[in-house]
């Protein structure tokens, strides 16, 4: 039970580190990075803002080397495009480069737009870092699937359209 009111506290302050922050992705103050990618093995250089919905988005955080002697922890709450909290992830003890991907991903992905408030915390001797960033992405239909729906939705025109024309022509003749 300690444990668990713990982390929720260093949640608690991580979290309204990122909600008081702004909407951009890069490095802050404190030379820390925190990008939206879609590979969680190469170190990003610029956040992306668009995912498929095939795709797996994952936030990284990279800490710089002035934190190589401090305590780092981070913490994200992931909202989809209706604002409701769909995922958070926590990690107590961090590494220097880190991606977080919410574990439900395959189970509350939906296209739109989506937030992810994230925050750290740096803590050494005489030293206390933290920050937080809120980033945004978009996960848009598979451009397969729109072809299909377009597709389709073509089919279903036209066979409308030669409805109507062929019982105008057969109303004209009589």
Known sequence: MKKFTGLASLFSVLLFIAMASSAFAGIDR?????????????????????????????????????????????????????????????SPFANTNNWYT???????????????????LGVGFFNVKSGGEALNFKVVPEPFSSALFLLGGGALALGAYRRRSTKKSIGSNH
């Open 30 to 90: 404190n030379g820390v990075t925190m990008f939206m990618t879609d590979n969680n093995s190469a170190i990003p250089t610029s956040s992306q803002t668009t995912f498929a919905l095939s795709e797996t988005p994952y936030l990284f955080i990279g800490f710089p080397s002035s934190f190589s002697n401090l305590w780092k922890s981070d913490a994200s709450l992931w909202k989809n495009p209706d604002g409701l909290i769909k995922g958070f992830t926590v």
């Open 102 to 120: 919410i574990s439900n991903w395959d189970r509350v992905k939906t296209t739109g737009l989506w937030k992810v408030d994230a925050g750290y």
